[in-house]
């Protein structure tokens, strides 16, 4: 499993995941949450405990939470925890990779991973979460994507170079240990301000590694887009168009 989605190797991985050690305050503040039915669908009936593997500022946490689900989160940012930590005191907080996270075997109803399975390394992650795994478990993976089929939309991530937005034919990478893979596509608008689509563009990482020089060119595209060319006012609101894409294993190998 897994096709149609960007290439990184190992070390490039790392870099770029990297980007998101610090910043957990500006992330928070300008990343879009996850709508409540991905959550809803990924979690298995009868589940009380999850893991929210890669859970930075925990905006898949606090729907876990509001399903009434005992959660741990584990990210490798102590950053990203302690935002987490504040806004959801009643949440483990583990600063782990997922591919280690040292949390008790067979302990989990539920495993995921939101907007950060592509951070891991996949046939690592994928024993690690299938080990977490009670042996009626599940696993879930999200990804929040730009709805580009909307032209304004497409030529938008183009500028804010948001070339992880999946192909169609776009499938996780997975080891062996989990299979019975399930997918659903949740249609959704955030409503931001035109200050907010460049203060999110500063939330990702081809921003985050990229020079200043590079930094500026891409706040100027956009402000030219935004204010000139689509012609929009400063504060004005917009309905950004999202797909949440999730994916569900609904079986694991013993």
């Not at 504040?86 to 997922?98: E, F, T, W």
């Not at 390394?121 to 599940?138: V, W, Y």
């Not at 000139?228 to 797909?243: F, N, W």
Request: glycine letters at 8%; hydrophobic letters at 40%; charged letters at 25%.
């Amino acid at each position: 499993m897994g096709r149609g989605g960007p290439k990184f190797d190992d070390e490039r991985r790392r870099e770029l995941a990297a980007a998101f050690a610090a910043g957990g305050e500006h992330y928070e503040k300008v990343r879009p949450g996850y709508p409540q039915e991905a959550a809803a669908w990924i979690i298995p009936p009868g589940a009380r405990t999850a893991v929210d593997l890669g859970a930075g500022t925990g905006k898949f946490t606090e729907l876990l939470v509001a399903e009434r689900l005992d959660v741990t989160a584990v990210d490798p940012s102590a950053d990203m925890l302690a935002q987490l930590a504040r806004r959801l005191p009643g949440v483990h907080c583990v600063q782990a990779p997922a591919e280690h996270t040292g949390l008790p075997g067979s302990s989990a109803d539920v495993v995921v991973a939101a907007q950060a399975w592509h951070w891991f390394d996949p046939a690592a992650a994928t024993r690690e979460a299938a080990r977490l795994l009670k042996p009626s478990g599940r696993v879930g993976l999200v990804w929040n994507q730009l709805d580009t089929r909307v032209p304004w939309v497409h030529r938008l991530s183009r500028i804010m170079h948001a070339g992880d937005v999946h192909k169609p034919d776009y499938r996780p990478p997975s080891g062996p240990e989990l299979h019975g893979w399930e997918q659903v596509e949740v249609r959704w608008e955030d409503p931001i301000t035109p200050e907010g689509i460049i203060e999110l563009t500063k939330s990702r990482s081809y921003y985050l590694r990229a020079s200043e020089k590079h930094r500026r060119k891409v706040e100027d595209n956009l402000a030219w887009y935004l204010f000139e060319h689509l012609g929009h006012s400063p504060g004005q609101t917009l309905a950004l168009p999202y797909i949440s894409q999730a994916w569900r294993a609904t079986e694991t190998l013993g």
